[in-house]
T-cell receptor, first 108, second 120 residues
Framework: KNEVEQSPQNLTAQEGEFITINCSYSVGISALHWLQQHPGGGIVSLFMLSSGKKKHGRLIATINIQEKHSSLHITASHPRDSAVYICAPCYNTDKLIFGTGTRLQVFP | NAGVMQNPRHLVRRRGQEARLRCSPMKGHSHVYWYRQLPEEGLKFMVYLQKENIIDESGMPKERFSAEFPKEGPSILRIQQVVRGDSAAYFC??????????????????FGAGSRLTVL
């Protein structure tokens, strides 16, 4: 049983489309990270949030603690957004449990 | 203010050799985490260390793997007698420590670029 479920696993989009990636987790957490991993492999932490909503540029992350659900939205998607997006809930001492990732490809 | 530095970026070893991967945390960060990403798989937690202490090693394989974070110098992940199944990307992340609290109560993590181990 996977503690973190992400959907969809794969996503293709045309440039300019609005993207939503969903994440559900099974137990209470202190915070949740959204990570971006580019084809070269490097990992960047996009957001860390524990309630409500955060926005950075074209990226928006929301979390509902009661429903144990988080979403990552990308507005006006661009080919450079193509990457794997990973949801990582954080338990207690920052031990992250990682989702399997959503592979996004944005075509021009 | 350099980020998390990992080296080597790429390491090739033959079966039975030892692999040592190093991680220098961000300046001011006293907590280090190691994660492993096997080919075509997701990231998995391995170990969480503070200076001179292992806090949580629940993700470490029982044999051949060890980690340390000495008072001086980088954190080191050591794999003895490597096997082909150890081929993976090993990522390190650091955080400021439990005395630094973000508004969520969890620390902000910064990831290194990873070390890719290939076992021939």
């Amino acid at each position: 049983k996977n503690e973190v479920e992400q959907s969809p696993q794969n996503l293709t989009a045309q440039e300019g489309e609005f993207i939503t990636i969903n994440c559900s987790y099974s137990v209470g957490i202190s915070a949740l990270h959204w990570l971006q991993q580019h084809p070269g492999g490097g990992i960047v932490s996009l957001f860390m949030l524990s309630s409500g909503k955060k926005k950075h540029g074209r990226l928006i992350a929301t979390i509902n603690i009661q429903e144990k659900h988080s979403s990552l939205h990308i507005t006006a998607s661009h080919p450079r957004d193509s990457a794997v997006y990973i949801c990582a809930p954080c338990y207690n001492t920052d031990k992250l449990i990682f989702g399997t990732g959503t592979r996004l490809q944005v075509f021009p | 203010n350099a980020g998390v530095m990992q080296n080597p970026r790429h390491l090739v070893r033959r079966r039975g050799q030892e692999a040592r991967l190093r991680c220098s945390p961000m300046k001011g960060h006293s907590h280090v985490y190691w994660y492993r990403q096997l080919p075509e798989e997701g990231l998995k937690f391995m170990v969480y260390l503070q200076k001179e202490n292992i806090i949580d090693e629940s993700g470490m394989p029982k044999e051949r793997f060890s980690a340390e974070f000495p008072k001086e110098g980088p954190s080191i992940l050591r794999i003895q007698q490597v096997v082909r199944g150890d081929s993976a990307a090993y990522f390190c992340a650091s955080s400021p420590g439990l005395d630094y609290q973000s508004s969520s109560g969890a620390n902000v993590l910064t990831f290194g670029a990873g070390s890719r181990l290939t076992v021939l």
